[in-house]
Nanobody, 114 residues
């Protein structure tokens, strides 16, 4: 059974940066497409960024140029480097793993506020 554990969320001022991490276990990490989603209360969970096993990436338009997704297959970990954070980026961020199965992490909260 796969498990994803996020870390790195917290409070940051507008214009600041944070790096989220997601450590995977119980899966063959290298074959999974890994992603980051976020969900504002009352709205659907939306894709923020995704990285395939081959390293191809996809970003939501709202984060292009500000966020960078990366993965370290030696550590079974995916990262989301977030820069130029704005108040509208405030929400819970979820890690995902997609291949034969789909797994979610428990979420980590990011708050952008002065």
């Amino acid at each position: 059974q796969g498990q994803l554990v996020e870390s790195g969320g917290g409070l940051v001022q507008p214009g600041g940066s944070l790096r989220l991490s997601c450590a995977a276990s119980g899966i063959v990490f290298s074959v999974y497409t890994m992603g980051w989603y976020r969900q504002v209360p009352g709205k659907q969970r939306e894709l923020v960024a995704e990285i395939t096993s081959g390293g191809s990436t996809v970003y939501a338009d709202s984060v292009k140029g500000r966020f960078t997704i990366s993965r370290d297959n030696t550590k079974d970990t995916v990262y989301l480097q977030m820069s130029s954070l704005q108040p509208e980026d405030t929400t819970v961020y979820y890690c995902s793993a997609r291949f034969a199965h789909f797994y979610w992490g428990q979420g980590t909260r990011v708050t952008v506020s002065s």
